[in-house]
T-cell receptor, first 112, second 114 residues
């Protein structure tokens, strides 16, 4: 069965600094991987997804993530944090015919 | 087109009462999911529908929870004899074919059990 871990329940960065949110997964078959974002008082929306094409995936708002099979990782990055990036970020994994499994989430704070 | 909608947006109920939460998926989406999100926590999977069948009910926390779906349309999540620990935001999502497709989330129903 697949599973997801997100290292760090809370990450703080300064405005303009690099954002790195970690996601590791376990899956018995090649997975599909997703990052969702939940802004305060809003619903979840898709940031980006990996579907076995390019290993470097670009999403909305300048975010990108790289699938590394050898490390079973799908870390989310953004070169320069903006105040509007403050939100909860969830990594998710799914296999064919299986349900989505979401990680516990990482709360990103951006300091002025 | 319209996204996933959920009603009511907020529900306050007394302990022991039954509640019904409704989800309208995106038209044409065959898969529908229910999740629970307690305050400050991640998403807890409850149930997944493919069409009107539920191949995965493994997340329902107790027999007080049930869900049904009419065709590839509306779904209702029912919680009987509500308890205070049922207080949470209940999220519904739909996807085109339910295997590896992107899930689109509704705004959620915030349930408070007094």
């Amino acid at each position: 069965a697949q599973s997801v871990t997100q290292l760090g329940s809370h990450v703080s960065v300064s405005e303009g600094a690099l954002v790195l949110l970690r996601c590791n997964y376990s899956s018995s078959v090649p997975p599909y991987l997703f990052w969702y974002v939940q802004y305060p008082n809003q619903g979840l929306q898709l940031l980006l997804k990996y579907t076995s094409a390019a290993t470097l995936v670009k999403g909305i708002n300048g975010f990108e993530a790289e699938f590394k099979k050898s490390e079973t990782s799908f870390h989310l990055t953004k070169p320069s944090a903006h105040m509007s990036d403050a939100a909860e970020y969830f990594c998710a994994v799914t296999e064919y015919g299986q349900n989505f499994v979401f990680g516990p989430g990482t709360r990103l704070s951006v300091l002025p | 087109g319209a996204g996933v909608s959920q009603s009511p947006s907020n529900k306050v109920t007394e302990k022991g009462k039954d509640v019904e939460l409704r989800c309208d998926p995106i038209s044409g989406h065959t898969a529908l999911y229910w999740y629970r999100q307690r305050l400050g926590q991640g998403l807890e999977f409850l149930i997944y529908f493919q069409g009107n069948s539920a191949p995965d009910k493994s997340g329902l926390p107790s027999d007080r929870f049930s869900a049904e779906r009419t065709g590839e349309s509306v779904s209702t999540l029912t919680i009987q004899r509500t308890q205070q620990e049922d207080s949470a935001v209940y999220l519904c999502a739909s996807s085109l074919d339910g295997t590896r497709d992107t899930q689109y989330f509704g705004p959620g129903t915030r349930l408070t059990v007094l």
